[in-house]
């Protein structure tokens, strides 16, 4: 692995444009296949990725791109003809059409030249409406519509992607909206295969993608409780929700969260209501887990497979995982999946999204 030395900090608003960098100038190691998208204006694709967008409904409806495969949503017909086209695998879409992050996919990511040339190289792409009625038959022949398949596979936030490679193996799912440079890195490693023989988190470490740089500060908000970390609810149940952030210093996805949705007032008052811990993902910090296992911060973070900061993961009285959020999110995501978990609704619906639909019925 290339090892880097450490800069000089610089100091205010240039310390702050040093750290939204940083990882950009990183990922030039690990993802040579991609050209620069000379469109960008920028010298490093996505420099822009984590600008704050309203995540709102959108007004206008979202349209498959062109690019997508017209496709009688036969997934292992179309996986066949994907590999008989000498593509590494399928790549299917979960979306609903006023998504604003799904917007930021189809309209942000797939926008830069060398995602949307890789992507169309390796993989063919479906798209599945998850409150839509067509007919879909799935890898091992059993038929849905395209709403229960949905729920099926557990799909909490749109958009979330599946990648199956010619085995018919998930290899890869992301949940939610992921900024370009994390979306490369993905692409990369189903198409060339590294899910064979490592997790996401394992590959991105080694191929240094940027998780770490250096240990700078994380944010502390008032609402974090401070250590020891013992968050075991096995034994004795907790009197309110529990929700872990694992973050790391000079993250700029975090400093997004803290200076963005976290100042919002009912944002705070929502996580008034819950117990809150703030963890370092590459520290060794010791903490009990919900279920009780004694183990570190870092430890803890691999076994959950964690590849993205900040993650935000959700847990009841008893210590059971509700959800987790780890992809980007803003104000309106969160203040909706804060109520889902503050009222109690995951005991009734599985899913944020069958929650989500039954509440605008």
Same mark, same amino acid.
């Given at each position: 692995m290339t090892s880097f030395s450490r800069?000089?900090?610089p100091a205010g608003l240039a310390r702050r444009a040093a750290r939204?960098?940083?990882p950009l100038i990183l990922l030039g190691v690990s993802c040579?296949?991609? %050209?620069? &998208?000379?469109e960008d204006g920028n010298a490093f694709p996505g420099f822009d990725e984590f600008e704050s967008f309203d995540d709102r409904p959108l007004e206008e409806p979202l349209a498959y791109p062109a690019w997508f495969k017209l496709s009688f949503l036969d997934l292992s017909e179309d996986l066949g003809e %994907?590999? &008989?086209?000498?593509?590494q695998g399928l790549m299917v879409?979960?979306?609903q059409k006023y998504c604003a992050y799904c917007k930021k996919l189809l309209v942000g990511n797939f926008s830069k030249l060398d995602i949307l040339a890789y992507t169309q190289q390796h993989f063919d792409a479906i798209g599945i409406d998850i409150h839509g009625q067509r007919e879909v038959t799935d890898l091992r022949g059993g038929e849905w519509i395209e709403h229960s398949f949905s729920v099926d596979q557990g799909v909490d936030f749109t958009p979330t992607l599946i990648f199956y490679d010619r085995a018919e193996r998930e290899a890869l799912r992301l949940s939610g909206y992921y900024p370009p440079y994390k979306f490369r890195a993905a692409l990369e490693y189903v198409a060339d295969a590294h899910y064979r023989k490592e997790d996401f988190r394992t590959y991105l470490a080694r191929a240094d993608v940027p998780l770490v740089f250096e240990a700078?500060?994380?944010?502390?908000?008032?609402?974090f409780m401070g250590a020891?970390?013992?968050l075991d609810r096995s034994h004795w149940p907790g009197q309110r929700p529990l929700v872990v952030f694992f973050e790391q210093g000079d993250c700029h996805a975090c400093d997004v969260l803290h200076t963005g949705p976290l100042r919002q007032p009912d944002i705070r008052e929502r996580f008034g209501q819950m117990d809150a811990t703030q963890l370092g993902v590459w520290d060794d910090t010791p903490v009990v887990t919900p279920s009780g296992e004694r183990t570190t911060a870092r430890k803890w973070a691999d076994r959950l497979g964690l590849f993205y900061t900040p993650t935000l993961l959700f847990f009841d009285e008893q210590g059971q995982e509700i959800l987790r959020v780890d992809s980007v999110v803003q104000f309106y995501r969160l203040r909706n999946v804060l109520d889902y978990v503050l009222s109690g609704a995951y005991l009734?619906?599985?899913?944020?999204?069958?929650?989500?639909?039954?509440?605008?019925r």
């Open positions: 800069p000089p900090r939204r960098a940083l040579a296949p991609f %050209a620069q &998208d000379k %994907a590999v &008989d086209n000498g593509k879409y979960f979306g700078g500060e994380m944010s502390p908000e008032d609402f020891p970390h013992a009734e619906y599985p899913t944020f999204q069958q929650w989500r639909n039954a509440r605008q």
